[in-house]
Nanobody, 123 residues
């Protein structure tokens, strides 16, 4: 089992930046692939980015690549999502998730989830 707690959300103007954090506890953090997902009102939860325990990363290239950067600090058991050039369409609840599966963007492959943090981007 791994427990995940997100923080860092808030209200920001378009073009601004935020950094989300996800603190993990429980099983060995380094053995998990960690991902970020988001869910906007009335929409399905979608993949944002992931960092595997082998060091590979992947992004939702259609919506965030080039603007968002995922990183992790294994010593602190923490995953980050640096979000730059934010747009109103980035408004969503952002969730941290963990899996022992390798590089995967599929929501159903992630059994462990945080409670989410709200990001609101005003125009």
């Amino acid at each position: 089992q791994v427990q995940l707690v997100e923080s860092g959300g808030g209200l920001v103007q378009a073009g601004g930046s935020l950094r989300l954090s996800c603190a993990a506890s429980g099983r060995t953090f380094t053995r998990y692939t960690m991902g970020w997902f988001r869910q906007a009102p009335g929409k399905e939860r979608e993949f944002v980015a992931a960092w595997t325990w082998t060091g590979s990363t992947t992004y939702n290239s259609n919506s965030v690549k080039g603007r968002f950067t995922i990183s992790r600090d294994n010593a602190k058991n923490t995953l980050y999502l640096q979000m730059n050039s934010l747009k109103p369409e980035d408004t969503a609840v952002y969730y941290c998730a963990a899996t022992t599966v390798g590089l995967t963007t599929t929501l159903a492959n992630y059994p462990y989830w945080g409670q989410g943090t709200q990001v609101t981007v005003s125009s």
